[in-house]
């Protein structure tokens, strides 16, 4: 089976500080997303990598930057937390094919005080 | 971006059949239909996915109109299990930097005894 591991289940950070939320995916996929949830406004994408050093943006970018410097793990940053990025982060992968499915992890709860 | 649409919730009874629908009008010849749930306090998981043909598996059938422009994800006898959050998504045949997949916020499903 799929693995996709993000590294904290929970995370506290205060405003101001940097913070680095990591994922990794043990089947060699091309695709890595991340995506936060929140209620009523469903899962929106922050950023997605279809290769190594490859991303593009997604729907809101604004306040994170990412990493994906091997294929197995893709980075998501938050250069300087505040507390509207209270959420929780989810992180999926996929092979590079519009037929396969996405993979996703259980997901980073980070609280930004 | 092809976008769905989804009501936002649907009531089922236990053990009777559940049609989830999805309406995706603006849907390009290249696109396969996704569907994804998400059980509370998980990361969503794959459910099943077509392109022209309707198609079963385990855990659900989904049935795709003539003219795709919608679909159905079809539980043949719903379980309380099955009460969560169901994604229909839009994924292009060509990937690559077209990897973009908007989720938007899904159906909540609830399911009485």
């Known amino acids: 089976d799929v693995k996709v591991t993000q590294s904290s289940r929970y995370l506290v950070k205060r405003t101001g500080e940097k913070v680095f939320l990591e994922c990794v995916q043990d089947?060699?996929?091309?695709?890595m997303f991340w995506y936060r949830q929140d209620p009523g406004l469903g899962l929106r994408l922050i950023y997605f990598?279809?290769?190594?050093?490859?991303?593009e943006k997604g729907d809101i970018p604004e306040g994170y930057s990412v990493s994906r410097e091997k294929k197995e793990r893709f980075s998501l940053i938050l250069e300087s937390a505040s507390t509207n990025q209270t959420s929780m982060y989810l992180c999926?992968?996929?092979?590079?094919?519009?037929?396969?499915?996405?993979?996703f992890g259980n997901g980073t709860r980070l609280t930004v005080t | 971006d092809a976008k769905t649409t989804q009501p936002n919730s649907m009531e089922s009874n236990e053990e009777e059949p559940v049609h989830l629908p999805c309406n995706h009008s603006?849907?390009?010849?290249?696109?396969?239909i996704h569907w994804y749930r998400q059980l509370p306090s998980q990361g969503p998981e794959y459910v099943i996915h077509?392109?022209?043909s309707n198609v079963n598996n385990r855990m659900a059938s989904l049935a795709i109109a003539e003219d795709r422009k919608s679909s159905t994800l079809i539980l043949h006898r719903a379980t309380l299990r099955d009460a969560a959050v169901y994604y229909c998504?839009?994924?292009?045949?060509?990937?690559?930097?077209?990897?973009?997949?908007?989720f938007g916020k899904g159906i909540t499903l609830s399911v009485r005894p």
């Open positions: 999926a992968s996929s092979i590079d094919r519009g037929s396969s499915p996405l993979h």
């Open positions: 089947m060699d996929h091309e695709n």
């Open positions: 990598s279809y290769d190594v050093k490859m991303k």
């Open positions: 603006t849907i390009s010849g290249t696109d396969y």
């Open positions: 077509g392109l022209t």
């Open positions: 998504i839009l994924r292009d045949y060509y990937t690559g930097a077209n990897s973009k997949l908007t």
